[in-house]
């Protein structure tokens, strides 16, 4: 039986991400441990949270994070959570600068629900009620760890919400197609190399923008005290 269009690309794309999952997730369990030993000692509630995201080809899947928020924050309603949400917790916040919440996304990758590199996972219902045909295209492959939008918008496209402006509306309207735009970008240009140059500007962008915006959160909050 002949390949398919783009399968050996394909199947390197998925040895690269179990291998990579793997070694990670190996690697950083002692951290895993200390990260769910703050969590419970921070707030009450679960250590990770689950939540249903789209997939390729629409196919749901439960995406695992670090939790970040107070218990049942997600009942809410709010699809669209900037850092500012009261319902963030202290810890949270931190982690959400450091990205350091996405990580139990490791697994979904070595899983096969992700992959290290695409388009971030979107809210079913969000995908359901705006995307459009051309836009349903970021369907046709697997959801990412990081992504452009990840590098261009650090720490996330909440810092591009005006003030006193619904959050909500103004993701769906005008947030939410930049971000797709970009996610088609992308895979028009995918490859292994390109993955790999987006990871690296993606531990680039933490180190230069997110600790230092860890330290001037936490300059702040003493300064306060």
């Known amino acids: 039986m002949p390949f398919k269009k ?13 291998f990579t999952s793997l070694f990670l997730l190996i690697i950083l369990g002692p951290f895993f441990l200390i990260l769910a030993l703050l969590i419970k000692l921070s707030s009450k509630g ?27 924050a997600d009942k809410k309603g709010k699809t ?8 963030i917790t202290w810890l949270g916040v931190y ?12 697994l979904n990758v070595l899983l096969g629900d992700m992959s290290m590199v695409g388009p971030r996972p979107e ?7 705006c995307y459009n045909l051309t836009q ?9 760890l990081t992504c452009i939008t990840q ?33 088609l970008a992308y895979i028009e240009q995918q490859s292994l190399r390109f993955d790999l140059i987006l990871i690296a500007q993606t531990i680039g962008v933490i180190l230069k923008k ?9 300059r702040l909050t003493a300064s306060h005290r």
């Open 123 to 129: 809210i079913p219902s969000i995908v359901r009620s």
């Open 80 to 87: 669209f959570i900037t850092l500012s949400n009261q319902d």
């Open 151 to 183: 590098v261009r918008h650090f720490p996330d496209l909440s810092y591009l919400t005006p003030a006193h402006v619904d959050s909500e509306q103004f993701y769906k309207q005008v947030l939410l197609p930049k971000k797709l735009n970009e996610d």
């Open 46 to 72: 679960p250590v990770f949270y689950r939540a249903e995201r789209m997939g390729k080809d629409s196919q749901p899947f439960l995406m695992f994070k670090f939790r970040t928020m107070v218990i049942d």
């Open 136 to 144: 349903m295209k970021v369907l046709s492959v697997k959801p990412g």
């Open 210 to 218: 997110g600790v230092p915006l860890v330290f001037k959160k936490l």
């Open 95 to 106: 982690l959400r600068i450091l990205k350091l919440d996405e990580l139990p996304q490791l």
């Open 6 to 18: 783009g399968y050996p690309k394909l199947m390197i794309k998925r040895l690269f991400d179990v």
